[in-house]
């Protein structure tokens, strides 16, 4: 019908549809115009059948719900890959605590559903995302710990970004740094526990003020009250993020400890966290929107054949405050 209005061949019609510039702009709008008329939509049903695609890609988060929605790094991630997606024709949807049904997970993934998988969040020991690559274009928000080399991520380099806090502690003096490490079966945990400890060694400082948390604001104020509760005299902390900074900002302030004159204090991500802290907290910025758009960017090239890099890494840097 669209093609008959136009006075075109349904060809064409199908062309200007997908967005092809190969049409003559005179034809292209005569289309336009026909399609506008008769209110015509692509049927995805359709395309999927010819295509064998579904236009449809997951976002897949080993994660509680309720750690998801309370996290703004996921929501930065999420606005990135919108973003991205929305200049392309593919969907998106969304899996959160896919490991407490791993193998549903995974047949949903793998039932021709979805023609690819966005996986952020994830740890050594996850079963839902385990086995895809080969099967289906598979994206990491970060370097999986277990990698044989063939995994397409995108990072940032958190070791460097956590060296670069703590840098900013032993360049004004401070002698006694502990940190608040994230989870140690995930790439973020480690590296930037590993980046404290190079900075700390090479400045000739004890490394052994080291408490573990899981990113949340309730497992960095209870890590702030183990250190604090060895009975050292802590001068200055670096959280492995905005919101474990955030629970220690708590405890020291109920221990009465200021910021940053007794304990300076410095965290990663840059979230909204970082300017809602008082006194705002300095931290490495974590380009977490930029990182979700380069995330579908590279899964979109992966499953249309595109040649892409296997490894992306953005750039971080350190955003100075007023906590140190």
């Known amino acids: 019908m669209v093609a008959a209005l136009a006075g075109v061949s349904r060809a064409t019609v199908s062309r200007v549809v997908n967005g092809s510039p190969s049409v003559d702009p005179s034809m292209a709008d ?30 897949l988060v080993p994660e509680s719900t309720s750690k998801v929605f309370a996290d703004p790094f996921f929501a930065s991630v999420v606005e990135g890959i919108a973003r991205y997606l929305n200049t392309t024709e593919y969907m998106l949807n969304m899996v959160t605590s896919s490991e407490s049904n791993p193998e549903k997970t995974r047949r949903y993934l793998l039932g021709g559903n979805v ?29 999986p710990l277990v990698d044989a080399g063939q995994s397409y991520f995108v990072e940032v380099d958190n070791e460097e970004g956590a060296a670069a806090a703590t840098a900013r502690l032993t360049g004004a003096g401070r002698r006694s740094i502990a940190t608040i490490a994230g989870p140690q079966d995930m790439l973020a945990g480690v590296d930037r526990l590993a980046g404290w400890r190079a900075e700390v060694r090479r400045a000739g400082l004890d490394d052994a003020l080291v408490e573990t948390g899981d990113f949340t604001v309730a497992s960095g104020a209870a890590a702030m009250r183990r250190l604090l509760d060895r009975g050292r005299n802590i001068d200055a902390v670096f959280a492995a993020n905005d919101q474990m900074a955030s629970g220690a900002y708590s ?60 490894v992306n890494r953005l750039p971080t840097s350190l955003v100075v405050r007023d906590s140190a």
């Open 30 to 59: 005569s289309v336009e115009k026909a399609v506008r008329a008769l209110n015509y939509v692509p049927n995805r049903a359709a395309r999927t059948l010819a295509s064998r695609r579904t236009y449809t890609v997951t976002l």
């Open 115 to 143: 023609d690819g998988v966005l996986v952020v969040s994830h740890h050594t020991g996850d079963h839902s995302w385990e086995r895809l690559n080969g099967q289906l274009p598979v994206v990491f928000a970060g370097r």
């Open 251 to 310: 405890v020291l302030q109920e221990r009465g400890l200021r910021i940053p004159e007794d304990v300076a204090v410095v965290g990663f991500d840059d979230d909204y966290y970082a300017t809602s802290l008082s006194p705002a907290l300095t931290t490495i910025h974590h380009p977490i929107t930029a990182l979700g758009g380069k995330m579908a960017e590279v899964l979109v090239d992966l499953i249309e054949g595109r040649p892409t890099e296997r």
